[in-house]
């Protein structure tokens, strides 16, 4: 493959952990196009030329251009009822997209309207969506008004000597034995909870089967409750937090939505108080499924 390839630092936790700032981080909005803006305005470029931004179905109904990697159908039109509108390029008008590529074009709006300077951003992509804060333009057109005189100074990087390289790949692996070895000892106890919580609910099924829940040791749910919440406590450790919350924050949070509802719960006497007790447990059987991975 020619070319040069380039690995980018998003600002995460544990992208931090490697201490290697020198090189800086990139990493707004969702998609390369959005990264690439940001890019362009911490390089403080004069002019930034969006083109193949379309964010929406073409009139045919594909989502790509004719020839791409995974076809021109790789997404498809929504039904009816949920469809997503949005002005189209040029206005008069609207054209179907996504809730992604909707995502995509707020993030594009949203670094626009806050760029600390005064940069030109034109929108040659002759369709699809309207990027507001963009000057929309024919690509030809666009060509034609680069200053074409004189030859632009070059970009030159400097690259790391092969010592530096070496100092960095060090510290590198070094954090990366360290994630791992801390990964694995956390995975292991969330594991053993995770086992003890399955045990216990198939002991649950068993009773209930037999319609005898009244013979369910209560003390040994309180003890697993107590288990879980001790686990939960992770999420109050700095290192844990740096090191996997940027990973596992969309599944947790999703879960906790529902686990925060059954502690919301109102009681009234002890079987309800038990009935809570033993949702709690049950929504914690693939909590703990999950954050052992």
Known sequence: QKGVKQFSFRPFGYTNLFDLHQYGYVGIGMSAANMAYELVVHSRFKRCVFIGQDLSFSQSGNSHASGAIYGDKEIKPKKDKDKIFIEKYGGNGEVETTLVWKLFLEFFEKDIFNTPYKLEVINATEGGARIKGTKEMPFKEVCEKIDKSKPK???????????????NLKIARQKCEEIIKYANEK??????AFLKVAEFLEEVEKLHEKNKLEELDFN?????SAEIDNIKELFDDKRFNSYFMDAIQSYIFHQELHIAEIVCKKTSNEDELRAKQLEYIYAHKYWLFSLAG
Do not use: D, F, W
């Open 220 to 224: 040994k749910l309180e003890h697993l």
């Open 187 to 192: 995975k292991t106890q969330v594991e053993e």
């Open 153 to 167: 100074p070059p970009i030159n990087l400097v690259y790391p000597t092969q010592s530096e390289q070496a100092k």
